[in-house]
């Protein structure tokens, strides 16, 4: 019998990180530019700091998470080395440029999204957000529209109780399939692609509606408070994109009915696996009706924030959070959530509020902003014209990136700053809260948001079919921003 010699795996080709390799050009580039007569060097170096951050986002050469470790130390020490506004004989000193680099993680905004992932980790916990999902779509009936409209009334109650999109999507994914697998038709069918493309779209879709729907909105609020000095209520939040989110939500079911029209109208006994299903759950936990008591006050809290008592949404989410965490009372524990939470969503998100913070500090944003509106015009254009214009950006510049949270953190700081530098009686606030909707605008490529992905996983629909309904739903979704614009938003003095 002849040895064989052992065989040997070969190794594997090592990506060559392209993307993180033209950040750090981009980023040398920038600091060997001559210096501009108003700008600070600390700014020059926050302005090179950005144009890496969005280089590594867009290519995704590194993950989010090493992007913004990334990001922390070149602020450090970048920062850290340069002479201080005040003095410019004095340099902040790697103490102060640490500080800068982490200051975001002292930002309530952070914390409302910690405490946010824990509900939304809550909810998966207990099984709530499986019940809710089941008990919708039990109340719709088994022809086609009827599943696309509880489809789309299922996003609408989660978005309202669990405040995290990829959360969402992940529950609501399976308990769809079942629903697919109920009414008998290929994973193929347009049925089945219709169904994925209402929960990934309609995720976005709401996370516009709910200001506590998506982490991006949350970072947005996170700027006003650190930018602006005010910001927007959660109630506020909720009657100006609501309205928008309804009419958008129909739209979106109108054009997968057309685009992707379904093979049967009805199916005899489609809803049987969802009530199958639901029989298999059971009566409601105790645990979970103590959930669903805490999500109503929390959303009660929400709503009257300003109005009924002086708490903001943080402080209100907290002491939910404490309730959930108690012994006995409480639904979980330490244990029970801690691996469901996406540490890495918190670190990006700190991150992301300190590389705005610092933009602000070091003059860079108020300076990019003063050369946008001077080479632009955007000062000739009025409110409307200056929400079109930036808005569409956000849309067209959406493609490239692969996380709503990342786009914000790049762009709405300097928008903030635009805003800022721009003459005439307009609420900025108000526009800032506008151009936020717009961040959330990842309808045409499965890459644009983490609930896409989860959704295109599934394998129901194709990019393509993704991208035939999403091109419509961006389009009409723009139109309708800048009409609600002209009308609804500036009658209630966001514009």
Excluded at 217 to 231: A, Y
Aim: charged share 10%.
């Amino acid at each position: 019998m002849t040895d064989h010699p052992l065989q040997q795996t070969p190794p594997q080709a090592i990506r060559f990180p392209v993307g993180l390799v033209a950040a750090v050009i981009a980023l040398v580039v920038v600091l060997l530019l001559p210096l501009p007569a108003t700008l600070p060097v600390a700014g020059q170096r926050m302005l090179a700091i950005l144009l890496f951050a969005v280089i590594v986002w867009v290519t995704e050469a590194v993950s989010y998470e090493a992007s913004a470790i990334m990001i922390t130390s070149l602020m450090a020490v970048l920062l850290g080395t340069a002479p201080t506004l005040q003095d410019p004989a004095v340099t902040y000193g790697s103490s102060a440029g640490v500080s800068m680099a982490l200051s975001g993680f002292a930002n309530p905004a952070l914390a409302l999204v910690v405490g946010a992932l824990f509900i939304a980790a809550a909810m998966t916990h207990t099984g709530l957000d499986k019940r809710i999902a089941l008990v919708t779509l039990s109340k719709v009936g088994a022809s086609t529209q009827r599943v696309l409209l509880g489809s789309m009334a299922v996003i609408v109650l989660l978005s309202l109780v669990v405040p995290s999109a990829t959360a969402r999507s992940a529950c609501v994914v399976p308990i769809m399939m079942g629903v697919i697998a109920a009414f008998g038709v290929s994973a193929r069918s347009n049925i089945a692609a219709g169904i994925m493309i209402i929960v990934a779209q309609g995720t976005s879709i709401w996370n516009i509606g709910i200001q506590t729907a998506a982490a991006q909105n949350l970072l947005t609020v996170g700027f006003m408070d650190k930018m602006l000095g005010q910001r927007v209520s959660w109630i506020d939040w909720l009657m100006a994109g609501a309205p928008w989110a309804v009419i958008m939500s129909l739209v979106l079911v109108v054009l997968v009915l057309k685009l992707l029209p379904p093979e049967s109208d009805k199916v005899p006994g489609g809803m049987e696996g969802v009530n199958q299903s639901l029989t298999q759950l059971g009566p409601m936990t105790g645990a979970q009706k103590r959930l669903g008591l805490v999500s109503l006050l929390l959303l009660l809290a929400w709503a009257t924030e300003g109005r009924l008592h002086p708490f903001d949404t943080t402080t209100t989410t907290y002491v939910g959070l404490v309730v959930l965490l108690l012994p006995r009372f409480g639904v979980m524990t330490w244990k029970d959530v801690q691996a469901r939470i996406p540490w890495g969503t918190v670190i990006v998100f700190g991150v992301g509020i300190s590389l705005g913070t610092a933009l602000l500090s070091t003059q860079a944003g108020q300076w990019l902003g003063a050369q946008v509106v001077e080479r632009t015009g955007l000062d000739q254009v009025g409110s409307l014209g200056v929400f079109a214009i930036l808005s569409a950006f956000l849309i067209l510049i959406h493609l490239g990136f692969a996380s709503a949270t990342a786009l914000t953190s790049a762009f709405l700081p300097i928008f903030i700053a635009v805003l800022q530098t721009l003459p005439g009686d307009f609420s900025r606030v108000g526009m800032t809260m506008l151009l936020g909707f717009a961040v959330s605008f990842g309808f045409i490529l499965p890459i644009n948001a983490p609930q896409n992905m989860v959704c295109l996983g599934t394998d129901t629909f194709t990019p393509r079919q993704f991208a035939r309904v999403g091109i419509w739903v961006s389009v009409i979704g723009y139109v309708l921003l800048l009409v609600f614009a002209g009308t609804y938003w500036s009658w209630l003095g966001w514009m």
